[in-house]
């Protein structure tokens, strides 16, 4: 099974006039609401922000998700593979 971690899983973002992306590889969800999106990729955590933002598709199994609303930031961070360990990530479990 680390032979499997080891290999990272294809992360790509569309995006579409800053209304709406679609994003695959990702390996989990981190919280949301209508202005922030975390997820969680093989390359660390993606963070969208905007206004109005909506998740239309999401799929674990298959590392999908797509969001619409007012896009106005895409950001990676270097904390590939952490997991939040907040409140919302316990209730969430």
Known sequence: MNEQRSVKKPSNIIMENRKSMTVSGITDMGNFDDQTVTAYTDFGMLTVKGSGLHIS??????GELAISGEISMIAYSDSA????TGV????FR
Do not use: D, R
């Open 57 to 62: 598709k999401l799929s674990v199994e298959t």
């Open 81 to 84: 593979g952490k997991k939040a």
């Open 88 to 91: 919302l990530a316990k209730i």
